[in-house]
């Protein structure tokens, strides 16, 4: 495709909409870079040199900056992957494969929830690679943690009509959702291969039982005809991103739980659950995949509490099969994106999450008990206890974690707060209450382990700045915003339990030669169009790397994977490495630890198109497209972007 013909389609866009915040932003940042550039700049040049020099004799500032050929974007209807010469990719596992030796191999004309429940589940996105065994730091073996977030029916089954799924379409669907944890190998030739009879592989789907913990557990709120006890529920659904624990479990995060729940519009208006509900978006008739059709669960008018009991955190530990997963309910109810952990300097963990809805918040929670390293079972519930946060950006640079707790500040009987598992169970409420500031849908949030800044990816909100629709403020600064940006989170004495931060914007996405664009100020004609900022990464030089989705119609690319320095005089020179398949977003950007292999998802490819007029036929070229999982490595071995 020409190159040429798509850089001529920036331009012209460029010329659509100026912003006029910009210079505010440039000027507040520089500003403060003159005070905190002794302290925090020099501080983390040093980490960066002592973490990343080891045996070779580099300097700080070239391992700190990726080195690769940058791939050019793709049009969206471009239906293969590009990575930099020097670089391949193979499809590690995809949708359907057979996750036991007795697990049917996939069949596409008789699909059954029986076999899909033992299959490689469908929309792969989060990626966790946890070494095995447990406590090594192998990069050649591990398990991989896989998300299904949700399941496309048009392009999953033939003659597929929304309006009347069959019971066998609704049930391979459910068995498609939740997770896949399944053992993973590098040969000696660097080929990675998913091990089928591992006896670690286990699928955990939208029937699995899962415990309810914390504040909300046996609430009122969460009990069903099903389950009185309020303390275990059936499945996981909706799981976008996540994060892994140091003591080596998993967090998965519930998204959008709400569009399973069917028929909102015949709930009784004067319930007081009605608010709950409608805060957190239920639809008001059929859902979109018709699940209530067959099980009363997700029809909220029959079963209204059913709705409470997702939207939540949920940990699993992939090391042990058996293990029941758990909704850690003190993390709080929302549209969960993901959670990603850093321990404080006195050993509290700090999970940082985003609410990925328009005008919603960024949130973190702080636990009461503290990380030990030596004693894996004893970190098993610290998720249970603690203070959660929503964020408030002040237009000045600071910011302040607001303290979402029962019986304080507006948390109160009188605002409808009986108990704590109120203010979980309903959390944007009380976001709403204490003064949290409205982002542009809050994506992964994630501490970089080299400088120890967090990350906040905002995706998009073309509804800011609209009629009726809350304003633009520093944070968010740009009206209609389509492309998204991220911003730089600094902890006050870079301790992540802190209540206070300052914060800056590191960059303002879109295409380069668009003037409302920022690239943490560095020279906007030599760095990549990026849209739609979605899951983040880091390398072990603490390099940012960006994955995202909607870029396709942010910019009229295709969604790819970015990395960019977050310091020295390359902050900001944000450059593509990889670029996605017609209709597909890229999620889950996952490096072993010797940075040798990259594990990217490639989620819903030929989404667009259905199955019988399919857009895609990624990867294999034949038949239907698969969301499936890519390795990515350097031909001659070196560590990705070295
Ligand atoms: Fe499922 Fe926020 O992306
Ligand atoms: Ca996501
Ligand atoms: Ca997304």
């Excluded at 030599?526 to 870029?551: E, H, M, Q, R």
């Excluded at 819903?604 to 990515?632: A, M, N, Y």
Aim: glycine share 10%; net charge negative; with cysteine.
């Amino acid at each position: 495709m020409g190159g040429h013909d798509e850089k001529d389609k920036w331009i012209v866009r460029s010329e659509e909409g100026v912003g006029d915040t910009f210079d505010a932003i440039l000027e507040r940042r520089l500003s403060r870079r003159e005070v905190l550039k002794s302290a925090t700049i020099a501080s983390s040049v040093a980490v960066i040199g002592s973490v990343a020099l080891g045996a070779e004799t580099a300097s700080a500032q070239r391992i700190s900056t990726p080195q690769f050929a940058r791939v050019e974007p793709t049009p969206p209807e471009f239906d293969d992957i590009k990575v930099p010469e020097g670089y391949y990719t193979r499809t590690l596992i995809r949708w359907g494969e057979p996750l036991s030796a007795s697990a049917p191999v996939h069949n596409v004309w008789e699909q059954t929830p029986e076999a899909q429940s033992q299959q490689f589940g469908y929309n792969c996105d989060f990626l966790g690679y946890l070494p095995l065994p447990l406590g090594a730091n192998s990069s050649t073996r591990g398990l991989l943690v896989v998300n299904h977030e949700y399941t496309n029916e048009e392009l999953m089954f033939p003659n597929y009509d929304p309006k009347k799924p069959t019971r066998n379409q609704v049930d391979v669907g459910i068995a498609a959702h939740g997770v896949s944890v399944v053992e993973i190998q590098r040969a000696p030739d660097g080929t990675w291969s998913y091990v089928r009879n591992s006896p670690f592989n286990r699928r955990i789907t939208g029937e699995t039982p899962i415990r309810i913990s914390g504040p909300a557990a046996g609430h009122p709120l969460m009990q069903t005809s099903e389950d009185p006890t309020g303390t275990v529920v059936r499945g996981t659904l909706n799981n976008c991103a996540g994060g892994k624990t140091p003591w080596g479990t998993v967090l998965t995060a519930e998204e959008n739980f709400h569009q399973y729940f069917g028929n909102f519009g015949k709930f009784d208006k004067n319930d007081p659950r009605y608010a709950i509900h409608r805060r957190y978006g239920m639809p008001a008739e059929q859902s979109e995949r018709g699940w209530e059709l067959y099980h009363s669960r997700f029809d909220v008018a029959r079963e209204p509490n059913e709705g409470f009991r997702h939207g939540w955190m949920v940990e699993v530990d992939p090391y042990d099969p058996n293990m029941t997963p758990v909704k850690r309910t003190a993390l709080g109810r929302f549209r969960h994106e993901a959670a990603t952990i850093g321990i404080a300097p006195d050993g509290r963990v700090v999970a940082y999450m985003g609410d990925d809805a328009v005008f919603e918040y960024v949130y973190k929670f702080v636990t009461k008990g503290k990380y030990n390293p030596s004693d894996r079972a004893a970190n098993m519930n610290l998720l249970d206890e603690g203070t959660l946060y929503a964020a408030r950006f002040n237009d000045d640079g600071s910011g302040d974690w607001l303290p979402l707790v029962f019986g304080q500040g507006p948390l109160t009987a009188e605002n409808g707060f009986n108990s704590q598992a109120e203010v979980v169970i309903n959390a944007r409420r009380a976001a709403d209450l204490v003064g949290a500031t409205k982002m542009d849908r809050p994506e992964d949030v994630e501490p970089n382990p080299v400088n120890k800044k967090i990350y906040v990816a905002l995706t998009n909100n073309t509804r800011r700045g609209t009629e009726g629709q809350p304003g633009t403020d520093k944070a968010n600064p740009r009206a209609k915003n389509q492309a998204g940006h991220v911003i730089e989170i600094t902890e006050t004495n870079n301790d992540y339990a802190s209540t206070t931060f300052r914060w800056e914007m590191f960059i303002i996405a879109g295409l380069p030669s668009d003037p409302t664009t920022y690239f943490a100020g560095f020279d906007k004609s030599k760095v990549s169009p990026i849209g739609a900022p979605d899951n983040v990464a880091f390398d072990n030089a603490g390099n940012l790397w960006i994955a995202t989705d909607g870029a396709p119609r942010a910019i009229k690319y295709n969604d790819g994977l970015f990395a960019v320095p977050v310091q020295g005089p390359q902050r900001g020179n944000l450059q593509q490495f990889f670029s996605s398949v017609a209709g597909s977003e890229v999620c889950g950007p996952e490096f072993t630890p010797d940075n040798r292999t990259l594990f990217l998802a490639i989620q819903h490819p030929g989404e667009g198109g259905t199955f019988e007029k399919p857009i895609s036929t990624w990867p294999d070229r034949v038949g239907l497209p698969r969301p499936s999982v890519i390795t990515i490595q350097a031909f001659d071995n070196r560590p990705i972007g070295s």
